[in-house]
């Protein structure tokens, strides 16, 4: 299942910086081998320590990690949605992702030039947010009338969308997004179908100082940014996009030694790659022994056989079964031997709701 968090940002916030950092951290996989896809993509693994354990109770010849795509989205300027800077490239290529990671520059350097001057994260924000608003609204726009056509003519489906556009047109002009209006799972397919950029969900991303990693929080440019973005319920991480590219260079100990030496539990990219993770609603089942105990991504809601789907079409298509057993479970008891004489081994059917953390070992005929 892969999903792509497109990093948009103003130039000279750090934004290239922490792509950098991304690619340098990317994992080699045997049918996914890493280095950069395209030039501006890069692929990571999603940080998770249940394998390391899984592994210890069930060994394996190789750990999997699951991954996350990070495309880096050319610096927007003021006036990019009527074409000032790269223009529509940047509007095309955020079109194509399924979040948005907005870094906002919450550093003081006299080195590095502003390109308005002054550091503001506050403007900073509103104008990479007005700047996707107004080419919605451009998008928006062009719908509404030929629409609004169609609907006076009767069509059922036309009038739905209609309506949807109504609620959506006064929403952009007031440079407010997509995503802050409500809206139901058949109204959100139509939306979706929109491929609205102000639709997507947004992480906003801190560049922070190094002298505030142990603690963030102390930085008024975070508060600030922190403040902006709960307007519209967005998450905030703070991290400081210089020192993640040198630790992305760092082997695991010496990682170690630079975190604990900054007074800080984890790296930055892991908190930025699980939230981004996260905020698109995803979690991860486990198959594990064997040749490899590997790590997959799925949606929240999904069902098993849409789950087993993911492995291969065939588990899909032919669905018996799924052994289940939750991570917690087997970390509790520490052998599958012991978690079926404990009764936690579960025989789950088309109906189960697969959740995080499910070992599964999937039963099919085809």
Not at 242 to 270: M, R, W
Request: contains cysteine; glycine residues 8%; negative net charge.
């Amino acid at each position: 299942m892969a999903l792509t968090a497109g990093i948009v940002g103003l130039p000279n916030v750090g934004k290239s910086t922490l792509f950098n950092a991304i690619t340098k951290a990317g994992a080699e996989m045997a049918n996914y081998p890493f280095a950069t896809i395209d030039p501006n993509v890069g692929m990571v693994e999603v940080p998770d320590s249940r394998l390391a354990r899984i592994d210890e109770i069930i060994p394996a010849k190789k750990i999997i990690h699951t991954t996350f795509e990070f495309t880096d989205i050319a610096g927007i300027v003021k006036g990019a949605s009527k074409g000032e800077g790269l223009g529509n490239k940047f509007l095309e290529n955020i079109r194509q992702v399924d979040a948005i990671v907005h870094v906002v520059r919450a550093f003081d350097d006299d080195n590095i030039t502003h390109v308005t001057g002054k550091v503001d994260p506050i403007d900073d924000m509103a104008t990479i947010n007005m700047e996707l608003a107004i080419a919605d609204l451009d998008s928006i726009q062009k719908r509404y009338d030929r629409v609004e056509k169609v609907a006076r003519s009767g069509d059922k489906e036309a009038k739905v969308e209609f309506e949807i556009l109504k609620r959506i047109k006064p929403v952009l002009e007031e440079g407010n997004p997509v995503r802050s209006i409500d809206f139901d799972k058949d109204e959100m397919k139509i939306v979706k179908g929109l491929f609205l950029l102000t639709s997507k969900p947004v992480l906003y991303v801190a560049n922070i100082a190094e002298e505030y990693m142990a603690n963030p929080e102390d930085c008024d440019y975070v508060k600030q940014i922190e403040a902006e973005a709960a307007k519209e319920n967005a998450e905030v991480i703070a991290l400081c996009a210089e020192s993640e590219e040198e630790i992305s260079e760092l082997d695991d100990d010496d990682k170690a030694d630079f975190l604990e030496a900054e007074g800080v539990e984890e790296s930055g990219l892991d908190k930025l790659i699980r939230a981004s993770y996260h905020l698109l609603g995803l979690a991860t089942f486990f198959t594990a022994g064997g040749k490899e105990t590997r790590a997959w991504t799925f949606r929240r809601g999904m069902k098993a056989p849409q789950v087993a789907g993911i492995i291969h079409s065939d588990f899909e298509r032919g669905f018996i079964r799924a052994e289940t057993v939750s991570f917690a479970d087997l970390d509790k008891f520490g052998s599958m031997a012991a978690v079926r004489e404990a009764g936690r081994l579960r025989s789950e059917g088309k109906e189960y709701e697969v959740q995080d953390g499910d070992i599964i070992e999937f039963r099919f005929n085809v």
